[in-house]
């Protein structure tokens, strides 16, 4: 399910060259929807004191959120090695819930396919929604 | 009995009545077979699907996207006894198609993508939550009768 072939590495790297300079624009609208979309994921965000979509808090972690993915596809030969302490970060710190891996991947592609729907193909998205699975594996290595 | 606030019933409304089917029907089936390849199992006798030019191409591909559409329709008009709406269908897929349930979910993820790429910025989170629910219950509706 997760190995990535040269095709769709090459496809990743060639769709992120034209998408990163919008990343943050991306990410936030991202992070916006999955709070909106998915009220369940709030819960992780209970500390925020503003969980609205235009909240600088959301701002700031589709940033963060965004800056690990472009940089997973700079590690993209390597997710498991690249992604390493990102994993531990997320098994003993963060403790989030895999399954939300998904939900957060799915509203990156909507954002990418409002964003950009002459680019985001049928193939593109196929090669993204792979990539982004093996990223969401990588980030659940260290859980168990 | 699923609840609809009218901010929901209005945007499947809307969504669906500018939508056109024979565009979107099959745009959203071809990205399946594209993206989740595995459901092309469904359509042994559908011609030439080698590809994701074929897939695109393929006329009985297009021809079946739009049905599917025509089938979300019923759902639409329905919304308040979706379960009993979709009844029928959901024997059809089970005893007769035997089609697994879990396909319906990725169906419905692509057509999202489609209609997020047709409407663009006026996809908000909201219409995207109300959209998203409407499937949601369109998926278990047609799971239902599945024994």
Known sequence: MTTLSAKDKEVVKAFWAKVSGKGEQIGTDAVARMLT???????????????????PSVRKHGITVMAGVGDAVTKIDDLKGGLLSLSELHAFTLRV????????????MVVMAIMFPKDFTPEVHV???????AVSLALAEKYR | ???????????????????????????????????YPWTQRYFGNFGNLYNAAAIMGNPNVAKHGTIILHGLDRGVKNMDNMKEIYAE?????????????????LLSDCLTIVVAAQLGKAFTGEVQAAFQ??????????????H
């Not at chain 1, 090669?127 to 699975?133: H, I, P, R, T």
């Not at chain 2, 019933?9 to 077979?33: H, N």
């Not at chain 2, 269908?89 to 979910?105: A, G, Q, R, T």
């Open chain 2, 133 to 146: 629910k409407f499937m949601a219950v369109v998926v278990s509706s047609l799971g239902r009768q599945y």
């Open chain 2, 89 to 105: 269908l959901s024997v059809l897929h089970s005893e007769k198609l035997h089609v697994d349930p879990d396909n319906f979910k």
């Open chain 1, 97 to 108: 819930d895999p399954a939300n891996f998904k939900i957060l991947s799915h509203n990156i």
């Open chain 1, 37 to 55: 979309v998915y009220p369940q994921t709030k819960t992780y965000f209970s500390h925020w004191k503003d969980q609205s979509p235009s909240s």
């Open chain 1, 127 to 133: 090669a993204m929604d792979k990539f982004l699975a």
């Open chain 2, 1 to 35: 009995m699923v609840e609809w606030t009218d901010f929901e019933r209005a945007t499947i409304q809307d969504i669906f009545s500018k939508m056109d089917y024979e565009v979107v029907g099959p745009a959203a089936l071809s990205r399946c077979l594209v993206v």
